[in-house]
């Protein structure tokens, strides 16, 4: 009996997008409010701005993902009609094609015949797609759920900045740095373990791109302060 392994690859298409959609609405909404209360903005003026902020954004990732996603399944759906043509009109160079991917992967040309020939009287199409193009099962494309699961993550990592700037008495700009890099450690450790990676350098990737962020918004608030208090 072979002993049974924990793969985390059928996770990568929601992980990808729902983590996407949380680093997002932390990083974005957070440096956007660190931008506008570095200008001096005043509580009730930060209140809205987070709010159009994490409306903007939700959707605004919601229709990228779904654009994005829907371009990619119209990709394969149009390779999987040209690979069923060709099947259909040069099968034999089809099976030398197939045979040859075999071999280039360390089969021997007798044994990499005999299982494309093996694999194509099962399932020529399948066989095609999962080993000439790469579609399979595991990298299935759904529009609406990259579309979904992005918007509220992205909704669910601005509610956090948000929060602060609704709650904080005062230097707004320190809670706001402190909440949002906090999340995205737990944000950072969370995704590593889910997909089965290092947490160190997944905390590691997003601390750096969080700071640069809101250092960054940061810089232009203060060059631009126009003091709306």
């Known amino acids: 009996m072979p002993l049974p392994e ?18 997002d609405g932390i990083v974005s909404t957070a440096s956007l409010l660190i931008g506008v209360a570095a200008a001096g903005a005043n509580s009730q003026t930060l209140v809205i701005t ?30 999987l009609a040209r690979e069923k043509l060709s099947l259909k009109e040069n099968r034999d160079s089809e099976l030398l094609e197939l045979a040859e991917i075999y ?37 299935d494309t759904n529009p609406l759920q990259a579309a979904w699961s992005s918007a509220l993550a992205f909704s669910a990592g601005s509610a956090l900045p948000l929060v602060t700037v609704w709650t904080a008495p005062s230097h707004v700009m320190i809670w706001l ?18 997909g089965g990676a290092k947490p160190l350098r997944a905390v590691g990737r997003v601390l750096f ?12 608030g203060q060059l631009f302060n126009i003091n709306l208090s």
């Not at 791109?209 to 232009?220: N, R």
């Open 209 to 220: 791109w969080g700071c640069f962020a809101m250092a960054a918004t940061a810089a232009i």
């Open 177 to 194: 740095a402190v909440a949002s890099l906090t999340a995205l450690t737990l944000l950072g450790w969370s995704a590593a373990k889910s």
């Open 103 to 139: 071999q280039a992967r360390g089969l021997s040309p007798e044994l990499a015949n005999t299982v494309a020939e093996q694999l194509m009287a099962h399932n020529a199409l399948e066989a095609h797609a999962r080993d000439e193009l790469g579609i399979s099962h595991v990298t």
């Open 6 to 23: 924990h793969h985390f690859i059928h996770r990568a298409n929601w992980l990808r997008a729902a983590v996407l959609g949380a680093n």
């Open 50 to 79: 987070g709010i159009a902020a994490t409306v903007a954004g939700a959707l605004s990732m919601a229709a990228g993902e779904y654009v994005s996603v829907s371009s990619q399944a119209d990709t394969e759906k149009a390779d």
